[in-house]
């Protein structure tokens, strides 16, 4: 099997009443941990790269890391997206680069310049059948404590009404009081601005800033038809918390020993969000 699309497994996540993990990878032993634990689980997987993973390993690694992982684990359906692409252009060379699904993140910009800047990137995307996601609402910012820097990314369902009249993406995050990074506190999810637009619309939603959300929220975000649910902070803190535990054992300077027990321990974190997302069994 090669590299799929996200198109088929979001129709059938929506029908079907469950969610896709999506997850930020940026090294081989992220990417073989993710795998492993959706074969294990027979899950489809979306591995997803952002801006900070694309500076440091650069397209061509990613890639070919993904392409192997696909070799590795031939009866799960996995996709390769792009997290937050902020440019045409981002999104044009991930597209060349063999990416097949596409985020254009224009939630900073006014609604209009957002669904022109998105329709650009769904003109071209559509022509080589990889499927568009766009945002609206823009996650909130935290600091390093988990402090809130900015509140301003609760989507008014009548903007996103307005977005969607300009601009069909094949799938949409919707700001809804989420955010990236750590929470500190209990965040404030507004389920109800999703209920409302699920009144007019049955594009398939992305929820952003799961790491450290609560689980009976995210259950009920994708009762709500949530299809992609996003972990990235969570995935990188985990690697780290047990590659430090790996530190002290007897590794004798094996560094791949060192990410053998931290790849084998982030393997059974993955499969409690694949059971969360309710996609086990369903490759």
């Not at 684990?73 to 991930?94: R, T, W």
């Not at 254009?104 to 669904?115: M, Q, V």
């Not at 094949?170 to 209990?186: C, P, R």
């Not at 690697?239 to 300077?253: F, M, P």
């Amino acid at each position: 099997m090669s590299l799929v699309t996200t198109t088929e497994m979001f129709k059938k996540a929506y029908d079907g009443g469950y969610a896709i993990g999506a997850f930020n990878v940026n090294n081989m032993e992220i990417v073989q941990g993710i795998t492993e634990a959706a074969g294990e689980l027979k899950s489809p997987v979306i591995l997803q790269v952002s801006k900070g993973a694309r500076a440091y390993a650069n397209h061509t690694y990613l890639v070919k890391l993904v392409e192997a992982a696909v070799i590795e684990n031939p009866e799960i359906p996995i996709a390769l997206h792009l997290d937050h692409g902020d440019s045409f252009d981002i999104c044009m060379k991930s597209l060349k680069n063999g990416f097949t699904s596409l985020m254009i993140d224009g939630s900073t910009k006014p609604i209009e310049e957002n669904a022109r800047l998105t329709n650009e990137v769904i003109k071209v995307a559509k022509c080589f059948d990889v499927p568009v996601e766009a945002e609206i609402g823009e996650l909130l910012r935290l600091d390093e404590a988990g402090a809130q820097m900015e509140n301003k990314n609760v989507a008014n369902p009548e903007q996103v009404r307005q977005f969607l009249d300009l601009c069909q993406p094949d799938s949409l995050a919707i700001g809804i009081g989420n955010a990236h990074g750590y929470y500190k506190g209990e965040p404030d999810i507004k389920l109800e601005v999703l209920e409302e637009v699920r009144k007019f619309t049955d594009i398939p939603f992305v929820l952003h800033g799961c790491t450290g959300m609560r689980e009976d929220i995210i259950k009920e975000a994708i009762k709500l038809g949530v299809a992609k649910i996003n972990f990235g902070t969570e995935i990188r803190y985990k690697y780290v918390e047990h590659y430090e535990e790996a530190l002290k054992t007897n590794h004798q300077g094996h560094s791949w020993k060192l990410s053998q027990l931290a790849n084998d321990a982030l393997t059974e974190d993955i499969k409690k969000i694949i059971r969360l997302a309710g996609s086990e069994g369903k490759a």
